[in-house]
């Protein structure tokens, strides 16, 4: 069974900096993407970054652009976030997720929906 398990939140004030991780086990197949979603307070979850598990330049969403960079590891299964200059609207809980089939877009990376396979979260807090 396909698990999702991230790690590296925390509570840290505002241009300060956290690297996340999400480790995948119980994979039988090799992904097609692996994204990073957030659902801060009292709003839905969003898009915040994306890659190809084969390779290729990530996505981004405009808001962490310049700020945020998603890198891999694939021979232990790890995708990892890298927040640099973090605000308080980055305060959110952070997700990973994996799509197992191909997508025939770019557009489909940013939605949450294409996504099969999600983590717990980890909480991710920025202080002003």
């Known amino acids: 069974q396909v698990q999702l398990v991230e790690s590296g939140g925390g509570l840290v004030q505002a241009g300060g900096s956290l690297r996340l991780s999400c480790a995948a086990s119980?994979?039988?197949?090799?992904?097609?993407?692996m994204g990073w979603f957030r659902r801060p307070p009292g709003k839905e979850r969003e898009f915040v970054a994306a890659?190809?598990?084969?390779?290729?330049?990530?996505y981004y969403a405009d808001s962490v652009k310049g700020r945020f960079t998603l890198s891999r590891d694939n021979a232990k299964n790890t995708v990892y976030l890298q927040m640099n200059s973090l605000k308080p609207e980055d305060t959110a809980v952070y997700y990973c997720?994996?799509?197992?089939?191909?997508?025939?877009?770019?557009?489909?990376?940013?939605?949450?929906?294409?996504?099969?396979?999600w983590g717990q979260g980890t909480q991710v807090t920025v202080s002003s």
């Open positions: 997720a994996i799509r197992k089939r191909i997508m025939s877009t770019s557009s489909s990376y940013y939605y949450s929906y294409n996504y099969s396979y």
């Open positions: 890659t190809r598990w084969s390779g290729g330049s990530p």
């Open positions: 119980g994979l039988t197949f090799s992904p097609y993407a």
